[in-house]
């Protein structure tokens, strides 16, 4: 920390090195001083016309170091006009790696390696010169020699940012400097604070600017000179990098618009706030202008007013350029506004240079962005070589190969097939090497411009980058230790040149230096370092072998003496594997093979040859058996690889043999062959599996134990053409250049057909439902196949040329073929013959550039859109029968082009959109309408090159683009700032690039097929704020509005936003042209409110523990009309869930929570939750409890609930939004984990409690589904998560950080894992495809989990595991979906033997010392004693339980009330706890076969839950037919009346009356319109009537409890006697509404001018509100009142809110009603004045609200929060524990207590007042 405090505020380094003097620095070459005329200082100037050697080195030597630590580096400097200077800055990264940053105006583009950025820079100009204003609007050729006109330039670099952007860096101090010519330089600095040399000191302090604030002016000895009067900007250029807005050339270094802040701002003015006011763009736009709105300063923005208009510097200046930033295989594009060009009178004219992209209006200054970032993730990639199928390598351990993949390398995990990516290369990798240990991995690019990268394996990023001056480098060969690094290439001169490198200190960020080189005349094929001896090589080639040696900075070879063999062509060397203890380092065997099938035997020491043996063919005997292979006689076979171990010898040979040798060559001991000849084989460290590469693309492993082969990777050997995607069965159907049409399985990716012909295959299409593809060739044939039975189902021969597309409708009723010569022909996809309907000819435009998706068809199947007949036309027909809808011309004329534009791709976005997307070839994307013709928007500079293919998703939310060789994903609706992403990979041009069906992911073709993990969800979308603008009226504008821009017209347009230039006039033929002018005219203004009338902060920092509403004393006012956003709802496809009740499936749900609601701050809280009523038995594995230590947890909803069983006392966990899905608990008790899934679309959430203190200690948010299971290990080292079906991953965290270990991804569901109770590193899981065995590797910091998947066995069927549990370390119990236990045996991972538990599913299974648990969804409940199968020998059969005795006895058995879904038991098994899906938690004992009910709670939906009047107890109801009475306070339950196939609806208390103590009754309403009436004294029914014919909604005792009101579904509210049953009258006036709610008061109502002694109110559903007086004992009931409410119509699509009233407690003259209406608010309406006289404003529509006598509303919502609400003024709190929109809540008599029901989650809460 010392030794930065000197550096504050600023360090001058020529002052700290003493420059003048020389010591500290160097100059070299022409460097003088002189007196600048513009600075009035000294400053040097160097020269020279070669920059390296003109410059000054400031320190001296590379052994010291500068040591500055100042974040910004600032550059004080002028370039010579007409010159190149360079500059390098050498800054140390905290990993002690140091990296070189250089900045020329001489660099053309950005390039980076791991140790070096180069960035362009772009020069200058003074202000109003010629080369300024050709600037702004120049976009080609902008870097170069300075201009004439070149001004001194304060030059500002953040090095922080740059190591961390660019590399990942972090930045730790500026080691060195080296200025070189040419420019004049008058000092630099370094500094921690951003600097702004356009402020003087006096501005500063006026604008408050100060260092503790980060900021302040430039120091007076570092500024440069300003007259009085004038602007610091007007003589002198300010640059910052990085800049604020988008430049081009991408990572450029150039000038930037000067901040606000920093501009000039005359001191005779003095800042103040611009009011809002609106801009009008009042004069047309030139057509070859684009209409651009540019961000207007909103309220609160400082500006200078100058005669009372806003000057045009204080505007935020930005570029209209594309900006490209790449990051790990990513870019974005950046499309910002340009500052306005003058002004006029009154109106801003705002023009846009043509090359803008799009127009947009946007509000605020921050920069938006399309998210998430990365929105794709590379996943797999079916492919293997490119430039060679000769590399591929083992790990040391194993398990993994790392092969390439064109320009891509790729480690593979054998066990689980995952793949990992090294991206870097441009080119095609062409050749790999290890080092011994595995660690470090180089690899080398083809090309002319060879480039070899060094990477760290493990960690995947790469050490190093260095050019090898060769091209078509062939061969790479790691030394042991990885210090020298060998290579073989060819020089410019096309002789072969061997280098090679220093690579020791590679790994600790140290350069690769060349340690030696030498060009030879020789060939060689193959080059291998030695792995005894860095300094020795040995090479072979065609006619010779040589051996290479390093000396003293040399590199020299002797050849091998061949005698006769000197003219082989020899093809692989190998050392001699193992090292005896006298042996001689160079002691060695060298093998060499050849071409003709000899191997040599060569003396490594003597250089010569020991012996010689040949490979021959097998000679035919009469019987054609071929015999052993020998080295005798007859024509050679070509070997093309061998590789030799300490036991055997392993090649590879033409006739596509891999064979295994004794190391005698004797005979051969096993062999696989293979498809084509074998290129590589490389046996693995251990010597048990040989590793095996095909010249045609195929990649595997033998494995020599098992004698076992597997197929690691097939690939295509040419460029793939195109692929469709069948979505329901996850293949994927590929047509290439190689003559073949492959189908692969995305998951496994392995080849399951290959279909080969003679005529090559160009385009491809899956039917959408069937078995069934089609495939079109380039003779124009097209044949259709079924999958299934691989049978040719009909050809056709309709088209001349190449068939350029192919496409089935999505209803699969029709196909649709196009040739190249204009050929388009339908046909009835809904026979197997697939006949022709029809065929035209010369409409489809010809040529083959549009193949392989020439046609596109719209979501309804209505529409077929395709390129035609010219390519300047673009022609939408009926799908149905190829009549023409809509011809659209595109050739719209640029001005700045000399050609026509021309179509080249077509797609359909959703139906539902109405826009047809067409690539051009002016690199420009139209969106068209379908109905229309006319242009709503255009994105031109789509890509680099010209777009081959585009896709749009289902939700029309996404757009995807390919060009060239990259791939990019945009925001559809081209609204942000940010609005796509690039990713690369692809070292070809791309064919087709497509959304999966599930759009879940993305696959794009062209050298191999990749498949990439799309990783944004619709809810993002939706939930953004940054989505557009949706507004809905109340009531009809007088002038069409969208996002706030009125268009003069009045014609309203129906997307947003505007379109990009003026829209031309195309050639329609369907409809009427459109005035041009219609756009002519906008008026924008900044102080629209689209918002929702109560003023709720955007963030929650920003709001205090206790908010206020708005309350509205509304005696003289009356309500406003607000506009209202309307909510979409946006539906993806899901993978399909499995079939077994083990596996979690999450309730749905309609509610998503609010995000912006905000619980209040701890011990502030209104009120307090008591209780939890229940639990969820639709959770996994959600009941915890540990006998020993006393815990018992269990969930409820999105709560878990610890509840000490003696006590009856709760403790309530709070983190989750959502439903949890399972719980675990450590070892010792003290820790809890919960998972949840994530709201919004976003990940799962894993919570970790601390059960003492119930703290939350940690979260984990890494699942994309919900989380299937969690684990900890026995020892509680490691916690083991699962997800779901939508995410079968595995991932393993450390107990104590709970970072990631490590994870594995598996092809099907997961149901259940576990650890093993005595080996905390084994581990099992069970699922859809079997039983995986885990082990974990920890190799000191690294933990590897190591998977191994076992089928389930034979016995037992086509069955899923779906439970397991560990009985011993070597025994493992698994429960199948059929109802069957498998033991297997953990070490030879074998079951061994099976019974028969049950007659369904089991989906528990425990498993404590000799005793098994099961429980399964038949609701049985069995104890087994498995004493004897811990002494059964496995043996070589699986043993059936009929077969196998007693070996497992059922002890005792119980049914329960619902399917077992979690259970935990004592060590013994004698006692323990059940959770069914009864939503019921039993305590079993075994010792005396009894059962508890411990807590018990509803299983589907609460529709009601009430206190008794004296609070004793309290009434639920439910959709499942139950009313269920609770005693008050242990909340435990008394009785349960169950009505069977019927649901209750209501229930209410019979009032506490002085005749009837003792006496208590609760009636319910059912859906088939009776009423019970249950007495609690007797718990039995005393009454059913019959007053209604449909479902009861509403049911309430009068005050004196004389009769009931109950209501129904219909409308009519019926009065009958609880005495005898009889209906004593009917009120029919809500008639036709569902009513809602009942309540009756106590009242006497003089005052209202009528007699009685009660009122009642019923309120209906469409809005109306009645109001009774009444006397029972007299018979009279009048009304008194009748209120509605008004409303918009509602176009929702579930239902309005429902309408809902009260009696106030404290006055009952005053009613409380909420519902749909206008506003979203709660009126209180005066039965005295007859009017509302009070509203207060609600965020949202309430589903449901009470009222207590403290002047408390609680109100709920279908946003899931619970707002407590004090009605005098306004001040509220909001709850969100509920995971579900919130259907009832009721206050107790008293007002202290509190209920809240959320589907079944009842809470119970505890009232403490505001």
């Known amino acids: 920390m010392a030794s930065r405090v000197w550096q504050h505020p600023y360090v001058n380094i020529f002052k700290h090195v003493r420059v003048e003097d020389w010591k500290k620095s160097t100059k070299e070459g022409d460097v003088s001083t002189y007196t600048d005329k513009t600075l009035k200082c000294s400053v040097f100037r160097i020269r020279g ?97 300075a201009p004439s006109m070149v001004r001194w330039t304060c030059l500002m670099m953040d090095l922080q940012y740059t190591l961390s952007v660019y590399l990942s860096r972090c930045h730790s101090h500026l080691k060195s400097v080296k200025l070189c010519a040419n420019m004049a330089v008058k000092n630099m600095f370094t500094s921690d604070l951003l600097l702004d040399p356009g402020v003087s000191f006096s501005e500063a302090k006026l604008m408050g600017l100060a260092s503790s604030q980060g900021t302040g002016p430039m120091p007076r000895d570092m500024s440069f000179p300003v007259a009085k009067g004038t602007c610091w900007h007007d003589l002198y250029d300010y640059i910052r990098f990085p800049s604020e807005g988008a430049k081009l050339p991408f990572d450029s270094i150039q000038k930037d618009c000067p901040n606000p802040v920093s501009g000039c701002v005359p001191t005779q003015k003095i800042p103040m706030r611009e009011e809002p006011r609106c801009v009008n763009i009042s004069k047309p736009l030139p057509r070859s202008r684009t209409p651009l709105v540019t961000n207007i300063p909103a309220l609160g923005v400082v500006s200078t007013i100058q005669n009372g208009k806003a000057s045009n510097e204080d505007w935020p200046c930005h570029s209209d350029d594309q900006h490209q930033r790449e990051s790990a295989g990513s870019a974005s594009h950046r499309l910002t506004s340009r500052p306005p060009c003058g002004a006029d009178d009154g109106g801003v004219h705002v023009y846009v240079h043509p090359e803008d992209d799009l127009s947009s209006h946007r509000e605020g200054s921050e920069e938006d962005e399309l998210l998430p970032d990365p929105i794709l993730r590379l996943n797999r990639i079916i492919g293997f070589g490119g430039a060679t199928t000769k590399c591929a390598l083992w790990t040391k351990s194993g398990d993994a190969v790392v092969y390439p993949c064109h320009a891509i390398i790729i480690s593979m995990n054998m066990s689980s097939s995952q793949q990992r990516f090294f991206i870097g290369h441009t080119d095609k990798v062409s050749a790999l090497a290890f080092n011994g240990n595995t660690t470090v991995l180089a690899s080398a690019q083809t090309g002319n411009h060879s480039v070899v990268r060094v990477w760290n394996y493990h960690k995947g990023n790469c050490l190093a980058m ?498 060239h060789n990259a791939v990019k994903v945009w925001d559809y609706n081209m609204q942000l700032d940010v609005n796509s992403q690039m990713f690369i990979g692809h070292s070809e041009p791309i064919r087709q690039v497509s959304f999966t069906p599930d759009q879940l992911g993305v696959v794009s073709v062209g050298d191999a097929i990749f498949l990439w993990d799309f990783l944004a969800h619709p809810a993002d979308s939706l939930s953004d704020s940054r989505s557009p603008l949706k507004v809905s009226y109340v009531s009809p504008p007088k002038s069409a509005e969208v996002s706030g821009v009125l268009l003069s017209s009045g014609m309203p347009r129906q997307t947003a936003p505007l379109p990009s230039s003026p829209p031309p006039q195309l050639d329609i033929s369907a409809i009427d042209r459109v005035d041009q002018d219609a756009l002519g005219s906008l008026s924008l203004c900044d102080d629209a409110q689209l918002s929702p009338p109560v003023p709720l902060p955007a963030s929650p920092d920003s709001r205090t523990a206790i908010s206020f509403l708005k309350v509205t004393e509304l005696a003289n006012s009356s309500p406003l009309n607000t506009s209202q956003v309307d909510d979409v709802e946006l539906k993806r496809n899901k993978p ?65 609930v610890v509840e000490y069983l003696h006590t009856g006392h709760q403790r309530h966990l709070l983190g989750h939004t959502e439903e949890i899905s399972t719980l675990a608990v450590t070892n010792d008790a003290q820790t809890v984990a919960s998972a949840a899934g994530g709201s919004s679309g976003t990940r799962s959430l894993i919570c970790i409690w601390d059960v003492q203190n119930g703290a939350c200690r940690n979260t984990i948010s890494y699942h994309r589904g919900t989380v299937q299971s969690l684990a900890f290990s026995r020892d509680d080292l490691f916690f083991l998560s699962v997800g779901d079906f939508s995410d079968p991953e595995v991932a393993l965290w450390s107990s104590r950080t709970f970072q990631l270990l490590s994870s594995v991804s598996v092809s099907g569901p997961i149901h259940d894992a576990a650890f093993s109770p005595s080996a905390a590193s084994q581990l099992a899981c069970v699922g859809s495809q079997g039983a995986f065995f885990c082990l974990i590797h920890t190799h000191g910091l690294d933990v590897d989990l190591k998977v191994q998947r076992v089928n389930t066995p034979e016995e037992v069927g086509d069955v899923e595991l779906t439970a397991l549990c560990y009985h011993t370390n070597s025994i493992l119990f ?5 109802g069957h236990v498998c033991a297997w045996d953990v070490n030879t991972q074998r079951c061994f033997m099976t019974w028969e538990a049950d007659e369904g599913e089991i989906g528990v299974l425990l498993c404590r010392g000799n005793r098994l648990l099961t429980g399964s969804n038949t ?118 009346f169950q009505v069977l196939n019927q649901g209750c609806g209501c229930v209410c208390w019979s009032p506490v009356l002085s005749s009837s103590k003792g006496s208590a009754c609760v009636a319910a309403g059912y859906s088939d319109g009776t009423l019970r009436i249950f007495r609690l004294a007797s718990s039995e029914m005393e009454m059913k009537l019959n007053p209604h014919a449909v479902a009861v909604t509403a049911i309430q005792y009068s005050a004196n409890g004389r009769v009931i009101l109950s209501a129904g579904q219909n409308g009519l509210v019926a009065v009958s006697s609880p005495v005898n049953g009889t209906t004593v009258r009917v009120i029919r006036d809500h008639k036709g509404a569902p009513i809602t709610t009942i309540q009756c008061v106590s009242k006497q109502y003089k005052e209202f001018g009528l007699e009685g002694n009660e009122m009642w109110l019923a309120a209906s559903a469409d809005r109306r509100v009645s109001v009774w007086a009444a006397d029972w004992l007299k018979d009279k009931c009048d009304l008194l009142d009748w209120l509605t409410f008004p409303a918009p119509a509602y176009f929702e699509d579930d239902g309005p809110p429902p309408s809902l009233a009260a009696f106030c407690p404290a006055d009952p003259s005053l009613v409380v009603y909420t519902g749909y209406g206008v506003e979203k608010e709660l009126s209180y309406y005066s039965l005295a004045k007859k009017q509302v006289i009070k509203k207060i404003a609600l965020p949202h529509w309430a589903t449901c609200f009470s009222l207590s006598d403290i002047h408390l509303i609680a109100v709920g919502s279908k946003e899931r929060v619970l707002k407590l609400i004090r009605s005098s003024s306004g001040r509220f709190q909001d709850f969100l524990h509920h995971s579900d929109s919130l259907q009832t809540c009721h206050f107790s008599p008293s007002g202290k207590l509190l209920f809240t029901v959320a589907h079944n989650e009842i809470l119970l809460w505890e009232v403490q007042g505001l």
């Open 1419 to 1536: 609701r049985w409940l069995r104890l087994w004693g498995i004493e004897a199968v811990q002494g059964m020998k496995p043996g070589g059969e699986v043993s059936i339980m009929e077969n196998s005795g007693a070996l497992v006895v059922l002890e005792q058995e119980i049914m329960l009330d619902g399917t077992t879904v979690s259970a935990a038991f004592d060590v013994t098994m004698d006692m323990g706890i059940v959770g069914t899906t009864a939503g019921t938690l039993w305590y079993i004992n075994w010792v005396d076969n009894s059962s508890i009910r411990l807590v018990s709670g509803h299983k589907t939906k609460v529709n009601d839950v009430v206190f008794s009047p004296d609070e004793s107890h309290f009434a639920t109801c439910g959709e499942d037919g139950s009313v269920r009475v609770w005693s008050a306070p242990s909340n435990e339950l008394v009785v349960q």
């Open 1374 to 1378: 698994t429960a199948t979906n059929r």
């Open 466 to 963: 260095f050019r090898t001056h060769a091209h078509s480098l062939s061969s790479l060969s790691f030394s042991f230790s990885g210090g020298v690094l060998c290579g073989v290439g060819k020089d410019s001169h096309s002789k072969t040149m061997v280098v090679v490198w220093n690579t020791l200190n590679v790994s600790k960020g140290g350069e690769v230096t060349v340690l030696a080189k030498a060009h030879t005349d020789v060939d060689i094929h193959t080059l291998k370092v030695a792995f005894f001896d860095d300094t020795r090589m040995v090479s072979c080639g065609r006619d010779n072998v040589r051996l290479w040696r390093v000396r003293n900075g040399g590199l020299r070879s002797c050849p091998v003496n061949l005698g006769e063999y000197h003219s082989l062509d020899f093809t692989d060397v190998a050392f001699e594997e193992g090292n005896s203890a006298d042996q001689q380092l160079d002691d060695r065997t060298l093998f060499a093979s050849s071409r003709s099938g000899h191997i040599l035997e060569i003396d490594y020491s003597r250089v010569g040859i020991k012996n010689v043996r040949r490979l021959l063919p097998a000679q035919q005997q009469h019987t054609h058996r071929r015999e052993k292979w020998t080295f005798n006689t007859g024509p050679g076979i070509a070997i093309n690889s061998i590789s030799v171990s300490p036991s055997f010898c392993a090649t590879g040979s033409e006739d596509g043999f891999l064979r295994l040798w004794p190391l005698d060559f004797s005979a051969v001991f096993l062999e696989a062959e293979h498809e084509g000849p074998v290129s590589l084989v490389s046996v693995s460290a251990d010597s048990l599996q040989v590793l095996a590469a095909t010249s045609t693309g195929n990649l595997g492993y033998l494995d020599v134990s098992s004698r076992g082969y597997s197929t690691l990777m097939r690939s295509h050997t040419d460029s793939v053409l195109g692929f469709s995607v069948d979505g329901i069965r996850r293949h994927l159907t590929t047509a290439s250049c190689d003559g073949t049409v492959r189908i692969w399985n995305m998951d496994s990716l392995h080849q399951l057909y290959d279909f080969m012909s003679e005529d090559s295959p160009c385009s491809v299409a899956f039917h959408p439902s069937q078995q069934v593809f089609s495939c079109g060739f380039s003779s124009g044939i097209v044949r259709v196949f079924d999958i299934s039975s691989a049978k040719l189902l009909a050809e056709h021969k309709q088209h001349r040329g190449e068939v350029v597309g192919l496409a089935f409708s999505p209803d699969g009723e029709f196909m649709y073929s196009a040739g190249s010569l204009g050929s388009l022909t339908l046909y009835n996809s809904s026979e197997e013959d697939h006949h022709v309907i029809r065929v035209l000819c010369n409409v489809v435009a010809r040529g083959t550039e549009r193949a392989p998706d020439a046609l596109t068809l719209s979501s309804d199947s209505r529409c077929l859109a395709f390129v035609g007949p010219s390519e300047y036309i673009v022609t939408i027909a009926d799908a149905r029968s190829l009549e023409e809808l809509l011809r659209v011309d595109v050739s719209i004329l640029d001005v700045e082009s000399t050609s026509l534009d021309s179509a080249l791709k077509v797609c359909f976005s959703a139906a539902s959109a109405g826009h047809l997307l067409v690539a051009t070839s002016a690199n420009k994307i139209l969106w068209v309408s379908t109905k229309t013709g006319r242009l709503l928007r255009e994105v031109s500079k789509v890509h680099k090159h010209q777009c081959s293919s585009l896709a749009v998703s289902e939700d029309t939310q996404f757009l995807l683009t390919a060009g």
């Open 1136 to 1200: 399909i869930r499995p079939d077994c009740y083990r596996h979690f499936n999450p309730r749905f749900k309609t509610s998503t929570l609010d995000q912006a609601a905000v619980a209040p701050q701890p011990g502030e809280e209104g009120m307090r939750l008591k209780a939890v009523i229940g639990y969820n038995g639709n959770g996994r594995s959600n009941m915890v409890w540990s006998p020993d230590q006393g815990l018992f947890a269990y969930s409820c909803g999105c709560v878990v």
């Open 49 to 145: 016309p070669v920059p390296a050697s003109n410059y000054i080195l400031v320190p001296k030597s590379s052994n010291h170091s500068l040591g500055l630590t100042g974040r910004h580096f600032y550059l004080l400097f002028r370039p010579t006009p007409g010159k190149y200077f360079v500059v390098h800055l050498d800054v140390a990264a905290e990993e002690g790696q140091v990296v070189r940053i250089s900045f020329s105006n001489m660099f053309k583009e950005f390039k980076s390696t791991a140790t070096w950025l180069q960035f362009p820079f772009l020069c200058g100009a003074a202000k109003d010169s010629v080369y300024e204003s050709t600037a702004k609007s120049a976009r080609h050729d902008l870097v170069g020699p």
